[in-house]
Every structure is written in C-alpha cells, then in structure tokens.
Nanobody
Framework: QVQLVESGGGVVQAGGSLRLSCGAS????????MGWFRQAPGKEREFVTA????????YYADSVKGRFTISRDNAKNTVYLQMNSLKPEDTAVYYC????????????????WGQGTQVTVSS
C-alpha cells in the first residue's frame, strides 16, 4: 500500500551535517506515523526518532536528542531527518518506516519500510 524510498546518505566528517529524505507513494501519507531507525554492521536495529501524522509531536532516542531533527511535509509525501554534529558512532544504514496512528518506538509496530541509505561519519 505504501512504498518508501530514502535518499541523502553519504560520507561526512565528524561534526558535519546531513539531511536524509524519505519519499512515500500514494495519497494517504498523512495517515501514518513516520519513524527513522538505523543499523550498524553487526549491531541490532535501533530506534532513532518518530513523528506524528500532523507533525505536531516528536520523540527522539537519547543518543541523538539535541542533534537530530525529524520533520515532515505531508503535501510532498516526504519525511526528513536533519542530522547535525555527527559523530562516528552515528555511522549506520538509516531506514524510514511508516506506522499507524500512535507514535511508537517498537519496530514491530511499523508496517512499511524503505530500503535504507548509508551514512558514514569519518574521524
């Protein structure tokens, strides 16, 4: 029902910034809570941040709070992740995902997933 495609990943020096985008197909984008997850090689997937359907409420993992900002533009069917003050430990594949009406952090609650985009932060 929903297809998600991430973009904007790349290589950046520590302390730098990147902005990830996630475009969604269909005309029901505003019906979904959107989240970002990340997974480093050999590590489990972890929750990064999520945003409610209207964009009025957000939630962040402690590891990124104050550095990352999630936002959405429902008219463009797009969710963004602004990543500032990047650290080497932020290196991972970043995935966007769509959930139901409630803001949730559990991966099992997310119905649709993008293919992921690589973010590499060098020292």
């Amino acid at each position: 029902q929903v297809q998600l495609v991430e973009s904007g990943g790349g290589v950046v020096q520590a302390g730098g910034s990147l902005r990830l985008s996630c475009g969604a197909s269909g005309r029901t984008f505003s019906s979904y809570v959107m989240g970002w997850f990340r997974q480093a090689p050999g590590k489990e997937r972890e929750f990064v941040t999520a945003i409610t359907r209207s964009g009025s409420s957000t939630y962040y993992a402690d590891s990124v709070k104050g550095r990352f900002t999630i936002s959405r533009d429902n008219a463009k069917n797009t969710v963004y992740l602004q990543m500032n003050s990047l650290k080497p430990e932020d290196t991972a594949v970043y995935y966007c995902a769509a959930a139901g009406s409630w803001l949730v952090t559990e991966a099992i609650r997310y119905l649709y997933w993008g293919q992921g985009t690589q973010v590499t932060v060098s020292s």
